[in-house]
């Protein structure tokens, strides 16, 4: 534990390029280059965010190591997102980590991107507490919603998963319904917190007790925005508050009796968050609640490390580089992947 083991990190698998340096569990560096260019389109372009990717990876990975004092030669491997995600976003940042180990002649290491966002719990933190295993986690994003029961780093078990659309999609489609702007979730989530919750009720869809459902959801609001701007042309703009609130309400309430159920049939009762949406308040203060009236044990990330970052990536690369788990130079990358 006391060589001094520097790991670089490099995310790529969708919109944003990242790039962080690990040292011995503690984040130096952990830099993100966000594309502008999908808001007018109200969604991700694949070839947008490829060409995007090959623009910001070198000045994203040389502020990294800029930022954590430290020079290439220093780095003990190179950690890389081998899916999922969108192909040509991964394969930029697949073919960059290669020849940069290549070059430097370390270590390749590659890295499940929904195994990160579980173990970036595990980060080097002051008054963050880590999970003990086994625990159960939430991994929810825009392409994925997911219940993991973690047993060890690497030993993951999907126990639940939505069965058509991720919840992160059904916040942002409804938002695009409200007529906000991409990305919608943070606005939902904006608006929801000035708002009512139980001024409007949408009915939770109904599939089996670990699993999820959001494109009935998704259909609801529709209608319901649609039959009540029929009558009123200015009701989205008059309740926006309330509506963002009950939408939120909804979708966290589900979240909520899926982790519960997952809790009484495990019996585990510690929780652990992860991906895009953990930085949704409305999930955060319900796990809170949770941890005061159910006796949990809940584990919520840090902002930064929510969202797609590299400095999870590196956690993992350094939890593989201790168990000397190397990657091949031909390892190809995956747009879909499980644990």
Known sequence: MNEPIYILGIESSCDDTAAAVILNGRILSNVVASQKIHEEYGGVVPELASRAHQQNIVPVVDQALTKAGISKRQLSAVAFTRGPGLMGALLVGSSFAKSLAMGLDIP????????????????????????????????????????????????MEIIGQTIDDAVGEAFDKS???????????????????????????????????????????????????QNNTKTNPNFIKENMEDICASIQFTIVDYLMDK?????????????????????????????????????????????????????????????????KDFSEMNVSSKARMTF
Not at 192 to 208: C, D, H, I
Not at 262 to 286: C, F, L
Request: proline letters at 5%; one cysteine or more; glycine letters at 10%.
């Open 108 to 155: 390749l290491i590659e890295v499940n991107h929904m195994q990160a966002h579980i173990l970036a719990h595990f980060i080097e933190e002051k008054n963050q507490s880590k999970p003990n295993f086994p625990f159960i986690a939430l991994t929810i994003s825009g392409g994925h919603t997911q219940i993991v029961k973690v047993s060890d780093y690497f030993k």
């Open 175 to 225: 938002a695009k319904i409200l007529g906000l702007p991409y990305p919608g979730g943070p606005l939902i989530d904006q608006y929801a917190q000035k708002g009512n919750p139980k001024a409007y009720s949408f009915t939770k869809p109904k599939v089996g007790d670990l699993d999820f459902s959001f494109s009935g959801l998704k259909t609801a609001i529709l209608y319901f925005v």
């Open 259 to 323: 982790l519960k159920n997952a809790v009484q049939e495990t019996g585990i009762k510690e929780v652990a968050i992860g991906g895009g949406v953990s930085a949704n308040s409305g999930i955060r203060n319900a796990l809170k609640n949770a941890e005061k009236n159910l006796g949990w044990k809940t584990h919520i990330p840090k902002f930064e490390y929510c969202t797609d970052n590299a400095a999870m990536i590196a956690i993992v690369g350094e939890l593989k580089y201790r168990q």
